[in-house]
């Protein structure tokens, strides 16, 4: 009745913003991920124990939202298992990097959560069944449950049974490509991009075209990702940035989530590419901006990241499925 997992955060190359239906997590359009390793949660969950559910979250009991996410998984997961009476749960989970510093740790999280939850009450292995578990918790978990690149499908049923999220190509189909994490700022962001994304569905005049853009781009991604364009990747991650930013700064009110460093950094890529380096950035509702390149060139990236005050880089290749461990955080 206890299982223990560890699972990659993901860094959107064609990103998810905007629901189409804020209860179950439905997406307005499909997205598409590569998996980030070593950056990692671990997360145990233990069925019949205690008396009441408890989470504990990087150290703390959850209380409010993040509680109640959590519990929305586990409550799906009993109801899946409704043979077995499973009881109260106990979930712990740790992350190896800072929630809220614009990598999608929640995403990781509720991965890890999924695959555990579905391991401890005795559900087969099933990376679908998983991505649809997770995917209400966080839209963007649906990626994590497995490794390499993965594509959100957004589906067209109303209970959502057809949107989750398929490998396209695992973690081996590109080994040198490199995704370089640079942090900008630590701090905590202002809007949240369950918020964020709100707004710009109900406000910015930009949305639709938003929609369409990103539907088109996903499939372009599957093809530049087969040829391991790096070029055509890059310069696909940049446009759609720019689009998703673009929608949220025309929302009313309008959202900016790039800071002076922000765009200090982007500039200076345009640079590097200027003298042959190949460097693209992606930046998810947050400040920190992500350097898509491959092994030859990432330590330019991380160079160009700290010559722009960059206090942290993280070197990331693309990382495997969530994956169960033999020791439990408790
Ligand atoms: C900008 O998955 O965190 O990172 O579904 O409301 O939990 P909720 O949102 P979340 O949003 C991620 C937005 C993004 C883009 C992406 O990861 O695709």
């Known amino acids: 009745m206890k299982a223990t997992v560890r699972a990659h955060p993901n860094l959107a190359l064609v990103k998810y913003w905007g629901k189409r239906d804020d ?16 950056l990692s949660v671990r997360t145990t969950v233990a069925f019949g124990v205690g008396s009441a559910d408890e989470v504990e979250l990087n150290g703390y009991v959850a209380k409010g939202s993040e509680r109640d996410r959590v519990l929305r998984v586990l409550d799906a ?19 190896d990097f800072p929630a809220s510093a614009g990598l999608a740790s929640s995403a990781a999280g509720f991965a890890a959560l999924a695959v555990a939850a579905r391991a401890a009450a005795g559900l087969p292995a099933d990376p679908r069944a998983a991505s649809l578990l997770s995917r209400l918790g966080s839209g963007s978990a649906c990626r994590s449950v497995q490794g390499g690149f993965c594509e959100w499908m957004r589906g067209e049923r109303p209970d959502g049974m057809d949107s989750y999220a398929v490998q396209r190509f695992d973690e081996k189909h590109w080994p040198e490509l490199r995704m370089v994490v640079a942090i900008v700022s630590r701090d905590e962001k202002e809007v949240k991009s369950r918020d964020g994304m709100k707004n710009a ?16 781009e996903v499939v372009r991604a599957r093809e530049f990702l087969a040829k391991k364009d790096l070029q055509a990747l890059g310069e696909m991650c940049e446009r759609n940035a720019w689009r998703m930013h673009a929608t949220s700064l025309a929302a009313d009110p309008p959202l900016c989530y790039l800071m002076p460093k922000t765009l200090e950094l982007i500039h200076s890529l345009r640079e590097q590419r200027k003298k042959g380096v190949p460097v693209w950035f992606t930046l998810d509702a947050g400040p920190n901006p992500c350097i898509l390149t491959d092994a030859a060139h990432e330590l330019a990236a991380e160079a160009a990241a700290m ?21 439990h955080l408790f």
């Open 307 to 327: 010559a722009c005050g960059a206090t942290e880089v993280v070197r990331c290749v693309p990382g495997g499925d969530a994956q169960l461990l033999g020791e």
């Open 23 to 38: 209860a179950l997590i439905l997406p307005h359009q499909s997205s598409l991920s590569m998996t980030l390793s070593p």
């Open 201 to 216: 569905v109900e406000t910015s005049p930009y949305y639709p075209a938003w929609v369409k853009d990103a539907e088109a």
């Open 77 to 95: 997961v009993r109801a899946e298992a409704k043979g077995t009476k499973l009881g109260p749960a106990r979930m712990v989970s740790r992350g």
